[in-house]
């Protein structure tokens, strides 16, 4: 009886994992090589070359939010890392307070966020305007509808994404192992380079998984920030789901999607366990 | 003589100098990161004429004696709230026990366990949310209010199970093996010793799957049907102008869940010291 009490506990979970998640996603893979419409139903006639149709037909906006994703990721890093060190080693007793006005968007609906974007960068809105009436900014000058708008809208919206995890693995440096590094007379950049930055990796790509799997599936900031020239895979996926009810051709971009990120997250799970990730997800 | 000490300032002043170079490196991006919530505070003020609430046009309390001139909104507001309440309800109990499994006991099957969770977190909400919708379609499942907490239990779920494990992981065996000891029953010494040491955990738990669930759009657009949310309702407005109300709205969650927020970091800090 002992033996089964942890199966038991984890039944009712795991099965709405398994029902909920695993079965979708199963199907969904089925549901990719079928034809048909949503009038007269969909048939499994295992037509794989949907999925060459769908990439050829989108391969611009797949190439788009892979560029989007690697550049919001990169972005993302360069603000987060600095932000996060100076928190662990220099926050002091403020470091509590500091994290909570990192995660402060989240109290924030992430729609509403976006939203407050598009008022802030409106091109009549309250930061532009005055500028452009004292002609600092030429009258046509605008931000939303641009790549600019949306990779920014990326960023701002999974930055704490990429600071908690950085700062979880900076936070259990042992500042007296720099300290050592320093007393055998290591500089400044060769402590960081070859002590800091080396321990605080894991955290590192915990935060680049955490934040390019949404940023590249991400579809709320194109819409809400861009222009028809932003539109990225996630825009297509939903569109062929919620407009046109064309499920095969959205299962199969979804699938396409999901395959190159799975490989992804299984080589990284593979590679350095998933303890980092769940760690900075229980914070 | 002084001169004995000074190596070690030479270096000092530098650093000084990096460390609030550093400083206010964070505070530009912390002001970034909370720029759009000042915008969306300040707007609930705004004595705006028309629908579009983008230019200012003076400082006004009106709005807040209008809060409910959109039905749909307060329907959406309302949905949003029930729908995390019991997506938390669900979502803690069944996350509350997979924690307890994973931090209590070794066993096999918490390998592909972890494996699944691991899962669910890093997958895009948006696949997620796409592959339930085909399965619900085909199933023949009417989409709309039942699904959507479906859905909200599913990516919540993970998130539950490790802040509790965190907490079991944490706890000291013998307090329930005496407990046992004095006779007291499997269920007994669970309500009385395990669950009240488990309970800050459980709670930062609950809290999470209530604030993931009423700010999520992505799974939820895809599983609503029919039914509106609060963000599912602005993102149907983005092309209008969204109206002040909306705004006033916002602020009112955000200024909840920062009390709540702080309340229970508060209280953990007493629980520790």
Redesign the interface.
């Known amino acids: 009886m002992r033996?089964l009490?942890?199966?038991l506990?984890?039944l009712?979970?795991?099965l709405?994992?398994?029902v909920?998640?695993?079965?979708?996603?199963v199907?969904?893979a089925s549901?990719s090589t079928m034809e048909g419409d949503v009038v007269n139903g969909?048939a499994q006639t295992f037509n794989f070359a949907g999925y060459l149709d769908a990439f050829g037909a989108y391969q611009t906006q797949f190439l788009r939010s892979a560029v989007y994703g690697l550049a919001g990721t990169a972005i993302a890093i360069a603000?987060a890392y600095?932000?996060a060190?100076?928190?662990a080693f220099?926050g002091g007793s403020r470091k509590?307070t500091?994290l909570?006005?990192?995660?402060?968007?989240?109290?924030?609906?992430?729609?509403?966020?976006t939203?407050?974007?598009?008022?802030?960068l409106?091109d009549?809105?309250?930061l532009f305007?005055p500028l452009k009436s004292i002609g600092v900014l030429p009258e046509d000058f605008r931000v939303l509808q641009t790549t600019v708008a949306v990779v920014g809208g990326l960023v701002?919206n999974y930055?704490?994404f990429m600071v908690l995890p950085i700062y979880v693995a900076l936070e259990r440096v042992d500042y007296r192992v720099v300290e050592a590094a320093y007393d055998l007379y290591a500089s400044?950049v060769g402590a960081f380079t070859r002590i800091v930055l080396p321990l605080s990796l894991p955290g590192l790509f915990a935060g680049v998984?955490?934040t390019f799997?949404?940023m590249?599936?991400?579809?709320?900031n194109a819409?809400?920030l861009g222009g028809p020239d932003n539109t990225m895979i996630?825009n297509i996926?939903?569109q062929q789901?919620?407009v046109n009810n064309d499920?095969p051709v959205?299962?199969a971009l979804?699938f396409t999607?999901?395959a190159v990120?799975l490989i992804g997250?299984f080589a990284y799970?593979k590679a350095l366990g998933?303890q980092n990730?769940?760690?900075a997800?229980?914070r | 003589m002084t001169t004995q000490t000074l190596p070690g300032r030479t270096r000092k002043p530098r650093?000084r100098l990096?460390?609030r170079l550093?400083?206010i490196?964070?505070w530009l991006?912390?002001a970034?990161?909370?720029?759009?919530?000042a915008?969306?505070i300040a707007?609930g003020f705004n004595d705006t004429q028309s629908k579009s609430?983008?230019?200012?046009q003076g400082f006004t309390f009106k709005w807040w004696g209008h809060l409910g001139d959109y039905p749909d909104l307060t329907g959406a507001v309302i949905n949003s709230i029930t729908i995390a309440l019991a997506a938390t309800a669900i979502t803690t109990?069944?996350?509350t026990?997979?924690g307890?499994?994973?931090g209590?006991?070794r066993?096999k099957?918490?390998g592909p366990?972890?494996?699944?969770?691991?899962?669910?977190?890093?997958?895009?909400?948006?696949?997620?949310g796409?592959?339930?919708?085909?399965?619900f379609?085909?199933a023949g499942v009417q989409t709309g209010y039942v699904t959507v907490v479906?859905?909200h239990?599913?990516f919540s779920?993970?998130?539950v199970?490790?802040?509790v494990?965190?907490r079991v992981v944490g706890l000291d065996p013998s307090l329930e093996e005496a407990a046992r000891d004095l006779g007291a029953s499997t269920w007994t010494t669970f309500w009385r010793v395990t669950f009240p040491m488990i309970a800050p955990g459980v709670i930062s738990g609950a809290l999470l799957a209530f604030?993931l669930s009423?700010?999520?759009?992505?799974i939820t657009?895809?599983t609503s049907g029919a039914t509106t949310t609060?963000?599912l309702w602005?993102?149907g407005a983005?092309r209008q102008g969204?109206p002040p109300q909306?705004n006033i709205l916002?602020t009112l969650?955000?200024a909840v869940?920062?009390v709540i927020?702080?309340t229970n970091?508060v209280l953990a800090r007493r629980r520790v010291t």
Not at chain 1, 100 to 113: A, D, H, K, Q
Not at chain 2, 118 to 128: G, Q, R
Request: aromatic share 16%.
């Open positions: 033996r009490t942890p199966y506990l984890i009712p979970g795991g709405w994992l398994l909920f998640l695993i079965v979708p996603l199907y969904m549901v969909f603000l600095p932000m060190y100076w928190i220099k509590s500091y909570l006005l990192v995660l402060l968007p989240f109290f924030v609906s992430f729609v509403l966020r939203v407050s974007w598009k008022f802030l409106a009549d809105g309250i305007e701002y930055l704490p400044r998984l955490m799997v949404p590249t599936a991400d579809y709320v819409a809400i996630g996926i939903q789901y919620l499920y959205g299962a979804s999607l999901m990120m997250i799970a998933t990730v769940l760690e997800a229980a | 650093t990096g460390d550093l400083h490196y964070v991006v912390l970034w990161l909370l720029a759009p919530i915008v969306m707007f609430n983008v230019n200012w109990a069944l996350g026990l997979i307890l499994a994973l209590r006991y066993f099957g918490a366990m972890n494996l699944v969770m691991f899962a669910a977190i890093s997958s895009p909400e948006l696949v997620m796409a592959s339930l919708l085909s399965l379609v085909s479906i859905a239990v599913l779920l993970s998130f199970a490790v802040t494990r965190a604030a009423i700010d999520d759009f992505v657009q895809f609060f963000p602005i993102y983005v969204v909306v916002g969650i955000f869940g920062v927020a702080i970091s």
